[in-house]
Nanobody, 119 residues
């Protein structure tokens, strides 16, 4: 059974840092594009950051220079280091794995982890 399990969320003051982890199991995601998305109340889910199998990265403009995505294929884990957090970063953060193999497209989601930035 394929699972993505996020951890590391919590309550942090503005300007603080958090590191999210997403541990994948059930198959290797070495060739997958791994991404972090977030969804704030009454807003649509949005892409925060993504990293390809070749470790190219892409970030939302709102987090550039503050967030860093990385992956450890040996551990089947992807990370999101979040620095200089702002109240507007408050959301549920979801891990995603996406891969196209031949004509088959795979898309997996974690259950989400809450990040709250507040004083």
């Amino acid at each position: 059974q394929v699972q993505l399990v996020e951890s590391g969320g919590g309550l942090v003051q503005p300007g603080g840092s958090l590191r999210l982890s997403c541990a994948a199991s059930g198959r290797t995601f070495r060739r997958s594009v791994m991404g972090w998305y977030r969804q704030a109340p009454e807003k649509q889910r949005e892409l925060v950051a993504a990293i390809t199998s070749g470790v190219s990265t892409n970030y939302a403009d709102s987090v550039k220079g503050r967030f860093t995505i990385s992956r450890d294929n040996a551990k089947n884990t992807v990370y999101l280091q979040m620095n200089s957090l702002k109240p507007e970063d408050t959301a549920v953060y979801y891990c995603n794995a996406h891969e196209i193999t031949g004509i088959v497209e795979y898309d997996y989601w974690g259950q989400g982890t809450q990040v709250t930035v507040s004083s």
